[in-house]
Nanobody
Framework: QVQLVESGGGLVQAGGSLRLSCAAS????????MGWFRQAPGKEREFVAA???????TYYADSVKGRFTISRDNAKNTVYLQMNSLKPEDTAFYC??????????????????WGQGTQVTVSS
């Protein structure tokens, strides 16, 4: 069973950058599609980015396209979310998730393993 632990969140000024990491335990990580989701206070969880088990292709929410980059290193059992040009509206609790799907997964219900999350706060 894969377990996920996120890190890298914090407080940053608008226009700044952060890189989130999601470290996975378990031998099946390299065969799982991975995704990042976020939830702001009072809002529903929303999809941010996803990557196929092999490392490509990737898919992004329109709100982060061109600013965020998802990547993975299967040798290190880690998936990353590089966030540039951060905006106050990016403030949320970010979670990574794993799916047994072979493709790029953007649907929350298709992810069956979730990390505990990390807070990202962007000040204006």
């Amino acid at each position: 069973q894969v377990q996920l632990v996120e890190s890298g969140g914090g407080l940053v000024q608008a226009g700044g950058s952060l890189r989130l990491s999601c470290a996975a335990s378990g031998r099946t990580f390299s065969r799982k599609a991975m995704g990042w989701f976020r939830q702001a206070p009072g809002k529903e969880r929303e999809f941010v980015a996803a990557i196929r088990w092999s490392g490509g292709p990737t898919y992004y929410a329109d709100s982060v396209k061109g600013r965020f980059t998802i990547s993975r290193d299967n040798a290190k059992n880690t998936v990353y979310l590089q966030m540039n040009s951060l905006k106050p509206e990016d403030t949320a609790f970010y979670c990574c998730a794993a799916s047994n799907s072979l493709g790029v997964v953007t649907t929350t219900s298709l992810y069956d393993i979730w990390g505990q999350g990390t807070q990202v706060t962007v000040s204006s």
